[in-house]
């Protein structure tokens, strides 16, 4: 079954990288996301990646994909304060219609002064 | 644009109390997404709407019914509250073939 998969909690910090890691199972899994929630607010979507790339950057964000291993990364250069939140990965197999995306449980990420 | 509205923003009820959260984008999407969120385990999809006048069940449904009212709406109610339902409800929406699901406040309920 699809299950998507991530630590639950990280802290850095300040002015450190953070990578957050995340694996999944369905190897149909065409895009990969990465979600943000800030406290008390719903998700934003920070980056997503095609199942056909490896690497994908946006600013401060890079996203790895390993497709043999279904481990997807994001690394969050120079860690804000700005940046304490709970990231989620998330899978689907396609964008086109209103397939379901499979969220992780998320990482809440903490950063030290 | 509002974006993605629910209310209400905070509900207690009684075990077997009946309530109806509602939802609402102004983004003209095609799909809609109700989710529940508790503590350790992410999102779990409850239902969503794929277009106007149909709705289908997602990974957790039992106890729930939802109603596509129109493009704009969908609604998610709880017939028979239970306290196994406490959780933070979201709705979401999502344009035909586009990547990203825009996400309401939340509706956090509590069931005692």
């Known amino acids: 079954g699809e299950d998507v998969e991530q630590s639950l909690f990280l802290s850095v910090r300040e002015g450190d990288s953070s990578v957050i890691n995340c694996t999944y199972t369905?190897?149909?899994?065409?895009?990969l996301y990465w979600y943000k929630q800030e406290p008390g607010a719903g998700l934003q979507l920070l980056t997503y990646?095609?199942?056909?790339?490896d690497m994908k950057q946006d600013q401060r964000l890079t996203v790895l994909l390993n497709k043999k291993d279904k481990h997807l990364s994001l690394r969050i250069a120079d860690t804000q304060t700005g940046d304490s939140a709970i990231y989620f990965c998330a899978e689907s197999p396609f964008a086109s219609s209103a397939s379901k995306i499979i969220f992780g449980s998320g990482t809440r990420l903490s950063i030290r002064p | 644009n509002a974006g993605v509205t629910q209310t209400p923003k905070f509900q207690v009820l009684k075990t077997g109390q009946s309530m109806t959260l509602q939802c609402a984008q102004d983004m003209n999407h095609n799909s809609m997404y109700w989710y529940r969120q508790d503590p350790g385990m992410g999102l779990r999809l409850i239902y969503y709407?794929?277009?106007?006048?149909?709705?289908d069940k997602g990974e957790v449904p039992n106890g729930y019914n939802v109603s596509r009212l129109n493009k704009r709406e969908f609604s998610l109610r709880l017939e028979s509250a239970a306290p196994s339902q406490t959780s933070v409800y979201f709705c979401?929406?999502?344009?035909?073939?586009?990547?990203?699901?825009?996400f309401g406040p939340g509706t956090r309920l509590t069931v005692t």
């Open positions: 990646i095609f199942s056909n790339m």
């Open positions: 369905d190897s149909s899994s065409t895009y």
């Open positions: 709407s794929a277009s106007e006048g149909t709705t």
């Open positions: 979401a929406s999502k344009g035909q073939g586009a990547h990203e699901q825009y």
